[in-house]
């Protein structure tokens, strides 16, 4: 006889497993990944998490009260997932106010209007993780282009080193958007 026959540490057989019950379902999804950084948002960022969260409550309700199927439970535990999240957000964040910093150099919230090496100019607001859409001209904190801006000043001449080539950009101004 072998140890684990004796002492019952083997391995444990299947009809001693709890699987869920017909229509049941698990949620065996991993949780939405939360960035290593701080969580800095602007006052408007906070308050788009903040809608978020309420609206995936009206809908997590209204999936409840349908009690519907199997996919009606997988679309409700990734609402849920998504609820987790943004809680986690919420708890976690740092709003930042534009009168905590110099307005004469480029920090989180501000805009700033460059021009680069083609005299194309652009726009960018300097934003949280989960509030950043470059199509929009908002651009996280974190990223690399923030990185290379944040600190200067207007007049000065970065190199923004990206995969597609280095490009010098001169920056035109800086303000602070009323709505950041």
């Given amino acids: ?3 684990s026959q ?5 391995p444990m057989s299947r009809a001693f497993v709890k699987e869920p019950d017909g229509d049941a379902v698990g949620d065996d999804a991993p949780e ?3 960035g290593p950084h701080a969580n800095h948002v602007t006052p408007r960022g906070l308050q788009l998490l903040q809608s978020e969260l309420k609206d995936l409550d009206v809908q997590r309700q209204t999936l409840i009260d349908r009690d519907e199927a199997m996919a009606t439970q997988l679309e409700r ?9 943004l ?3 919420i708890d976690s964040a ?3 106010e534009p009168a905590e910093y110099a307005p004469q150099t480029i920090e989180f919230g501000c805009r700033v209007m460059v021009v680069d090496d083609d005299d194309q100019e652009s726009s960018y607001i300097i934003v949280g993780e989960d509030e950043a859409d470059p199509a929009q001209g908002l651009i996280s904190w974190t990223s690399p ?12 001449a970065p190199l923004w080193r990206r995969p597609k080539g280095d490009i010098n950009l001169e920056i035109l101004s ?3 958007p009323e709505e950041t």
């Fill in 174 to 176: 800086i303000d602070w």
């Fill in 32 to 34: 939405l990944p939360v």
């Fill in 1 to 3: 006889m072998t140890r």
């Fill in 87 to 89: 809680v986690k957000r």
């Fill in 94 to 96: 740092l709003v930042a």
């Fill in 77 to 85: 535990f990734a609402i849920e997932r998504r609820q987790r999240y």
């Fill in 145 to 156: 282009l923030a990185r290379v801006l944040m600190g200067r000043e207007v007049g000065d």
């Fill in 6 to 10: 004796t002492d019952g540490a083997g």
